[in-house]
């Protein structure tokens, strides 16, 4: 049988003693643990500071949220690059270009390389395919984001993505924001087959040679002495090419290798072992948003072994035209680097 053992009563004021004579803590049953008033006092100090830190960390996280945002989400990136419930993207494209971009009257529809770049960034803002609108754009409407309608009414687009080659020059225009570039080339000549072998552009002293208007190709050219002729469009140069209007074509060689697949018998394309890189890029007339929403789509494309969609683009539309232009190539055939972006990932 256990039987409980209970102190001599005291006082309630008087503490306790434990077996060795000294004053327990311990006051009864009914008080509870005692404690100091110096342990009171403590503990209430080190409430406040527990509640004091958990105000400030609320605080610097408004502040984090709300008054020092940092970098902006897509959906805000889309609502600045006012994309936000539209149910069109108009993009500016070239129509004259076998690979690059070109209008087939047959599909009654653009293809090439650069339509499948394009679409590949309006799926990714959220446009599908029936909600694209490609146009027509000449070389000196580029910067000025007017392509023309099939009526050759003036609209402006979106964007552009039309062989345009990346310049502090033209970066330095009001309405040109280039992305990152999507592909690499490099400017070379195309001649008639019967024309002697041109090893660089100064072999073509004294010929009528033909490029685009505000090409990157005038500068080299002019500075080789040439007699150059200028044309809106590609196909006007191989056109003239054709008919002994002209004795060589130079622009980039991605834009010329698909007229030279076009004409294997009657065009050459030479290397002129010109080392500047062409590094075409898409251009958000001046609507910085919208450029780093495409920036942060080729990013993804570059960096996701997954998306397989640039080199797809490539394998249809540039790969196969190789063959066709000997020892120059056409092109690059991997995505530039991109670098990554800064958008944020939560609120």
Known sequence: MTTKTRSAARRPDEPSVS???????????????????????ARVLRLITVLVVLALLTVLGVFAVVGFPGPPTEEELLEEAGLTGRSVLR???????????????????????EIDIALMIASDLGFRRDQVEFYQIQSE????????????????VDLVVSSYTITPEREAQESVSFSEPYLLTEQSVVTRRDHPPVEHLGDLRGERVCTITTSTSEGPAIEAGLDLYEQNLASACVAGLLDHTYDAFTTDAAIMAGF??????QLYHHDIGYDRVEA????????????????????????????????????????????????????????????????????
């Open 141 to 156: 409407d580029r910067a000025r984001m007017q392509a023309t309608t099939p009526t050759g009414e003036y609209i402006t």
């Open 19 to 41: 077996p060795g004579g000294a004053p327990s803590s311990v006051t009864g049953a009914a008080s509870g643990r005692y404690l100091s008033p110096w342990s009171r006092v």
């Open 280 to 347: 075409w890029g898409i251009n958000t007339g001046g609507n910085e948003a919208l450029r780093t929403l495409v920036n942060l789509y080729l990013y993804r494309s570059w960096s996701d072994p997954e998306d397989q969609r640039w080199e797809e683009a490539f394998e249809e539309h540039l790969a196969p035209l190789q063959p066709f232009n000997g020892e120059q190539q056409v092109a690059i055939g991997e995505q530039p680097k991109v670098d990554p972006v800064d958008v944020r990932e939560w609120p």
């Open 260 to 265: 030279v697949a076009q004409y294997p018998d």
């Open 91 to 113: 993009i500016g494209v070239r129509a004259d270009q076998p690979g690059t971009g070109y209008y087939d009257e047959t599909l009654r529809e653009f293809v090439g390389f």
